[in-house]
């Protein structure tokens, strides 16, 4: 089974593409060090305040997969300079 997220977010005081790099780059590793998960930014690559992170797991058991894609957005929005607007989970 295969679970995807689609994570819009907000990234607080970004000045530039820069400084989103700099944050995206530090959620995104900590995010596949810490739950094996694949991820990768998917839209507003010229938005210096707005970003689409995608998040995919794969796992053989549907109860674990949630808890684990659950895991990772709470992760998210443990980081203080970066906010969980919108967010879509989907069964592929």
Known sequence: MILSAEVECFIYNAQ?????????????????????????????HDLWQRTVIGIVTISNDRVQAERLIQQTLAFIDSFPEIERTDTSVEWC
């Open 16 to 44: 530039s593409l820069k400084e989103k790099r700099s944050v995206l780059k530090r959620v995104i590793t900590r995010l596949q060090n810490e739950y094996n998960i694949s991820v990768s930014e998917m839209d507003h």
